[in-house]
């Protein structure tokens, strides 16, 4: 079983940055793909970043490619998302999540429970 913990969501303003890490515990056979997904009030949750397990190839929603940026610190069995010049828009609970395997899935088997991030305009 993989265990998932968000942190470093808060509330900033337009043009501000933030930075989630996502700490990965329990029994693990090789390195998990990880991925970003947020939820924001009245939405659906929506795909954000994901990493493989090597941390090579990664994988951006349209809404966040240029300001946001997924990487993973496997020594740390922590994954990390930069989030740059936020927007209003960007206002959401933002989850972690893993499976099992190197290739970034479209299916995720493990989820934390999330973090607030809050961009006032």
């Known amino acids: 079983q993989v265990q998932l913990v968000e942190s470093g969501g808060g509330l900033v303003q337009a043009g501000d940055s933030l930075r989630l890490s996502c700490a990965r515990s329990?029994?693990?056979?090789?390195?998990?793909?990880m991925g970003w997904f947020r939820q924001a009030p009245g939405k659906e949750r929506e795909f954000v970043a994901a990493?493989?397990?090597?941390?090579?190839?990664?994988q951006y929603a349209d809404s966040v490619r240029g300001r946001f940026t997924i990487s993973r610190d496997n020594g740390k069995n922590t994954v990390y998302l930069q989030m740059n010049r936020l927007k209003p828009e960007d206002t959401a609970v933002y989850y972690c999540?893993?499976?099992?395997?190197?290739?970034?899935?479209?299916?995720?088997?493990?989820w934390g429970q999330g973090t607030q991030v809050t961009v006032s305009s």
């Open positions: 999540a893993a499976k099992l395997g190197l290739a970034i899935p479209a299916v995720y088997d493990y």
């Open positions: 329990g029994r693990t056979f090789s390195s998990s793909a």
């Open positions: 990493i493989s397990g090597s941390g090579i190839t990664t």
